[in-house]
């Protein structure tokens, strides 16, 4: 059975880096999507990537900061992050085909 996880989480500094992997085990990434979760908000879509590999959408929120790709094997996915804001603040899941991921934490504060 395929199973998606996340990792790369942290707490960082406003204005500061960070890259978020994940990988799919028992099957290749076909479209992805990287959402997060605020606390006491919705889930949201944050970027996604279509089936070649292209981006196909970014939040506007996070458009010029994030950029999400993956590799040739489809079997990992990237949300790199930079210029983060307190607002990126929340927990990011990965979600393709179905799937879901456990969520990483991402807590942007000084």
């Known amino acids: 059975q395929a199973q998606i996880v996340e990792y790369g989480g942290a707490l960082v500094q406003p204005g500061g880096s960070l890259r978020l992997s994940c990988t799919i085990s028992?099957?290749?990434?076909?479209?992805i999507a990287w959402h997060r979760q605020a606390p006491g908000k919705e889930r949201e879509l944050v970027a996604s990537?279509?089936?070649?590999?292209?981006?196909?959408y970014y939040v506007a929120s996070v458009k010029g900061r994030f950029t999400i790709s993956r590799d040739d094997a489809r079997t990992t996915s990237y949300l790199q992050m930079s210029d983060l804001k307190p607002e990126d603040t929340g927990l990011y899941y990965c979600?393709?085909?179905?799937?879901w991921g456990q969520g990483t934490q991402v807590t942007v504060s000084s």
């Open positions: 979600y393709s085909m179905n799937l």
């Open positions: 028992g099957s290749a990434f076909e479209v």
């Open positions: 990537l279509d089936s070649g590999g292209h981006a196909s």
